[in-house]
């Protein structure tokens, strides 16, 4: 039963998602070793608490999940889970784990380590932005109230079986136990860390973390212990932070740096592509995105309904899509294009000054008033943010422009109060999983408006709550369509309250070194960006 299941869930999105790099061509080789570059530092190495996405690739080759995507696709396959079943009324989970499989410091994993990974992403003490993902799993209300620092719904009969018991039933369920804050970890490591596992993580993935120089490298070295066999194909990784994308660029040209992992910079994008190198550099395609602006519905005044939609009459994306070389469309909802649920009918709110000025007047902001946006630093982000800093001034709104390393504008998102505006760019939506649920609970939901989370509008619509749980509830395959279709109207209707200003999708355009050979050994994931597990250097 839970083949067929399992097939429907993944059949939308399979028809809708084409993998940005196509399976390789070629028989990869073991050995080699890449350097990437990014310009801001890392944070934290922790799977329950990393949340960027910089971090997420890095925090993904390091773990194992219950489940995992194969590479470059949204085709969900068994991970540190041998087998699993559901049962018909899709309220009960059974995984049957891997037997051998080990973490790094030696300890063979059991069902154990599964239940204390999710507990310790949902317990509040962790201070995690992924617990609104179990929201499903009995007895979650009890340990995020503080009532347990357990799960009643997460069973381990033995050493190798893992149970879940859902309060209701859930169609992303095997989603949610693919992604990062699923990984499992060792609690014994966790505990001599002391607050510091993100950085002396231990985990099952396909790499060892075996140096790092805060502000300056990273160094990966293959897992030979991974139970895949021959997985990864690389010996090695190398993550070199603070370099500026135009020198990472310029070093990945004389043959420094294998991978520029902030992209290609919009001034430098013509040029590399009309090179004569240009078609084996860039690697280029679609993903699930969105660029938004957030609106903090607790900061005036941003709590009138009728300046939020003030704000996005205003905004010119055209104009920023020209900044981007036209490597993104407007947007003009939540759900980006490919995400099943999109309503190609609507159409948001037009670029329309006079209207957004008149709207401000009827809010009693005639004369406009003063703010604070927040951005990225990194290039484009700050000019991007200046653009959107010159439409608010077309209608009166005086905003100071705040470009920081992003560490610092996500924990600016994540505290009640601080951040009026938050322009999305260099950390916008990309989906943790391909289903239209995943742009909802943790940037829209009230599960994501808490401290440390990622509901930055600090929006929460009980009503929208309640639709958003029945539409996941509709977990048998015969209800899909229903389902998208309530997703749709979600977000739709959400517009009417105007969190966010939906500003861009924008393709994701990575540039590599001549050395990686061609594009169809760098794979970049729909979900999120960079799967080094499959990566290979031609030889």
Same mark, same amino acid.
């Given at each position: 039963?839970?083949?067929?299941?399992?097939?429907?869930?993944?059949?939308?999105?399979?028809?809708?998602?084409?993998?940005?790099?196509?399976?390789?061509?070629?028989?990869?080789?073991?050995?080699?070793?890449?350097?990437?570059?990014?310009?801001?530092?890392?944070?934290?190495?922790?799977?329950?608490?990393?949340?960027?996405?910089?971090?997420?690739?890095?925090?993904?080759?390091?773990?194992?999940?219950?489940?995992?995507?194969?590479?470059?696709?949204?085709?969900?396959?068994?991970?540190?889970?041998?087998?699993?079943?559901?049962?018909?009324?899709?309220?009960?989970?059974?995984?049957?784990?891997?037997?051998?499989?080990?973490?790094?410091?030696?300890?063979?994993?059991?069902?154990?380590?599964?239940?204390?990974?999710?507990?310790?992403?949902?317990?509040?003490?962790?201070?995690?932005?992924?617990?609104?993902?179990?929201?499903?799993?009995?007895?979650?209300?009890?340990?995020?109230?503080?009532?347990?620092?357990?799960?009643?719904?997460?069973?381990?009969?033995?050493?190798?079986?893992?149970?879940?018991?859902?309060?209701?039933?859930?169609?992303?369920?095997?989603?949610?136990?693919?992604?990062?804050?699923?990984?499992?970890?060792?609690?014994?490591?966790?505990?001599?860390?002391?607050?510091?596992?993100?950085?002396?993580?231990?985990?099952?993935?396909?790499?060892?973390?075996?140096?790092?120089?805060?502000?300056?490298?990273?160094?990966?070295?293959?897992?030979?212990?991974?139970?895949?066999?021959?997985?990864?194909?690389?010996?090695?990784?190398?993550?070199?932070?603070?370099?500026?994308?135009?020198?990472?660029?310029?070093?990945?040209?004389?043959?420094?740096?294998?991978?520029?992992?902030?992209?290609?910079?919009?001034?430098?994008?013509?040029?590399?592509?009309?090179?004569?190198?240009?078609?084996?550099?860039?690697?280029?395609?679609?993903?699930?995105?969105?660029?938004?602006?957030?609106?903090?519905?607790?900061?005036?005044?941003?709590?009138?309904?009728?300046?939020?939609?003030?704000?996005?009459?205003?905004?010119?994306?055209?104009?920023?899509?020209?900044?981007?070389? /036209?490597? #993104?469309?407007? %947007?003009?909802? @939540?759900? !980006?294009?490919?995400?099943? &649920?999109?309503?190609?009918?609507?159409? +948001?709110?037009?670029?329309?000054?006079?209207?957004?000025?008149?709207?401000?007047?009827?809010?009693?902001?005639?004369?406009?008033?003063?703010?604070?946006?927040?951005?990225?630093?990194?290039?484009?982000?700050?000019?991007?943010?200046?653009?959107?800093?010159?439409?608010?001034?077309?209608?009166?709104?005086?905003?100071?422009?705040?470009?920081?390393?992003?560490?610092?504008?996500?924990?600016?998102?994540?505290?009640?109060?601080?951040?009026?505006?938050?322009?999305?760019? /260099?950390? #916008?939506?990309? %989906?943790?999983? @391909?289903? !239209?649920?995943?742009?909802? &609970?943790?940037?829209?939901?009230?599960? +994501?408006?808490?401290?440390?989370?990622?509901?930055?509008?600090?929006?929460?619509?009980?009503?929208?709550?309640?639709?958003?749980?029945?539409?996941?509830?509709?977990?048998?395959?015969?209800?899909?369509?229903?389902?998208?279709?309530?997703?749709?109207?979600?977000?739709?209707?959400?517009?009417?309250?105007?969190?966010?200003?939906?500003?861009?999708?924008?393709?994701?355009?990575?540039?590599?070194?001549?050395?990686?050979?061609?594009?169809?050994?760098?794979?970049?994931?729909?979900?999120?960006?960079?799967?080094?597990?499959?990566?290979?250097?031609?030889?």
């Amino acid at each position: 039963m839970f083949k067929r299941w399992l097939r429907h869930t993944t059949m939308a999105t399979m028809v809708a998602l084409a993998p940005i790099a196509a399976k390789a061509q070629e028989t990869p080789k073991q050995g080699g070793d890449i350097v990437v570059t990014y310009k801001d530092d890392i944070t934290t190495l922790d799977p329950q608490i990393g949340y960027d996405w910089v971090n997420w690739s890095m925090i993904k080759s390091l773990y194992s999940r219950l489940m995992d995507y194969e590479p470059g696709t949204p085709n969900l396959v068994p991970s540190l889970a041998e087998s699993f079943a559901v049962s018909p009324d899709g309220l009960t989970y059974t995984f049957k784990l891997r037997k051998g499989v080990k973490f790094t410091n030696g300890r063979e994993i059991v069902a154990s380590d599964v239940k204390y990974s999710i507990e310790r992403a949902v317990n509040p003490k962790t201070q995690g932005p992924g617990a609104g993902f179990f929201g499903a799993i009995q007895g979650f209300d009890d340990e995020t109230g503080g009532k347990s620092e357990t799960l009643s719904g997460i069973e381990t009969p033995d050493d190798g079986t893992v149970v879940f018991h859902l309060s209701r039933p859930d169609a992303t369920f095997l989603h949610v136990l693919a992604i990062n804050f699923a990984s499992v970890v060792p609690k014994e490591a966790v505990e001599a860390a002391g607050g510091d596992f993100g950085k002396k993580p231990v985990g099952s993935g396909t790499f060892v973390l075996k140096d790092w120089t805060i502000g300056q490298k990273l160094v990966f070295e293959r897992n030979r212990d991974y139970f895949v066999k021959n997985m990864p194909y690389l010996d090695s990784f190398t993550v070199e932070v603070g370099q500026e994308p135009l020198v990472a660029l310029l070093r990945l040209q004389k043959g420094e740096v294998d991978i520029a992992g902030d992209g290609i910079p919009p001034a430098k994008f013509l040029e590399i592509k009309n090179s004569a190198d240009g078609a084996q550099m860039i690697v280029d395609g679609e993903q699930l995105h969105t660029g938004y602006i957030t609106l903090n519905t607790k900061v005036k005044p941003f709590d009138n309904v009728k300046v939020r939609q003030a704000i996005n009459m205003a905004i010119n994306k055209d104009r920023i899509v020209r900044i981007l070389n /036209g490597r #993104a469309t407007p %947007a003009n909802q @939540p759900l !980006p294009p490919l995400m099943p &649920g999109y309503d190609k009918s609507f159409t +948001g709110y037009a670029y329309d000054v006079a209207k957004a000025k008149a709207l401000l007047a009827e809010a009693g902001f005639a004369d406009g008033f003063e703010t604070v946006l927040y951005s990225t630093n990194t290039d484009p982000q700050p000019r991007i943010a200046q653009a959107i800093q010159q439409d608010l001034a077309a209608i009166g709104v005086k905003a100071e422009v705040r470009a920081l390393a992003q560490a610092n504008v996500i924990a600016a998102g994540g505290t009640e109060g601080e951040a009026p505006m938050i322009w999305s760019g /260099g950390m #916008a939506w990309i %989906a943790d999983f @391909p289903d !239209p649920s995943n742009f909802y &609970g943790p940037i829209l939901g009230c599960a +994501g408006a808490v401290q440390g989370g990622w509901n930055w509008s600090w929006y929460c619509n009980a009503d929208l709550d309640k639709r958003a749980v029945a539409a996941d509830s509709m977990s048998d395959p015969a209800k899909s369509a229903e389902r998208i279709a309530a997703w749709g109207k979600v977000f739709t209707d959400i517009m009417a309250d105007a969190p966010w200003v939906p500003v861009i999708n924008e393709r994701r355009v990575v540039a590599k070194s001549l050395r990686m050979g061609g594009a169809d050994n760098i794979y970049i994931d729909p979900t999120r960006v960079i799967n080094y597990d499959a990566i290979y250097v031609k030889q």
